[in-house]
């Protein structure tokens, strides 16, 4: 009797639900295309059944208090907004979906485990239902001398995401 032996890689990206971006269309196949614009902050964007509204960001050395918090490895980045559910049933938002970039386009995480020393963050998790918003912050542990250029926001780990401009 033969085995059927399965091996699973746990450490790809794919296996940790991540999937590749599509590739950008270039001028040559579409001319007279102009690149679309980047929402900024105060706009409202939508990624699935939730919007986004990025409403200002903020700099730390340090979240929590002198008894309970965390120091940020360079320093930390908050980025204040607001989310609501656009859809018909409840939706989960998980501050770790969303992503940051740099000028260079290098991408960096949420910092889930500094977020939860925040009072007014709800991004380790929160249920919202149809109709509701929440005022959320969105907490990145990044170099002191990196520029962020853009946030991408998801209303699930597997959506394609909506970029806001920071600058």
């Known amino acids: 009797m033969a085995r ?15 999937r590749s971006r599509p590739k950008k ?14 929402a900024g902050i105060g706009t409202v964007v939508r990624d699935g059944d939730f919007s986004f509204k990025v409403t200002k960001t903020e700099q730390l050395a340090r979240v929590g208090n002198e008894f309970l918090g965390t120091d940020a490895q360079g320093v930390f980045l908050l980025v204040h907004v607001t989310v609501k559910n656009i859809g018909d049933e409840a939706g989960s938002f998980f501050g770790a979906n969303q992503k940051l970039f740099d000028a260079k386009g290098r991408e960096y995480e949420a ?32 170099p002191k001398n990196m520029k962020p250029t853009e946030i991408e926001l998801h209303d699930s780990l597997f959506s394609q995401g909506v970029r806001v401009s920071l600058t």
Not at 25 to 36: G, I, L, Q, V, Y
């Open 111 to 142: 910092s889930s485990e500094a977020a939860i020393y925040l009072k007014d963050s709800k991004s380790l998790y929160e249920k919202i239902n149809p109709g509701n918003s929440v005022k959320d912050v969105v907490l990145f542990d990044i």
């Open 4 to 18: 059927l032996g399965i091996r699973i890689n746990a450490g790809s990206r794919q296996a940790a639900g991540r």
């Open 25 to 38: 269309k270039t001028t040559s196949e579409e001319p007279n295309a102009e690149e679309p614009k980047t």
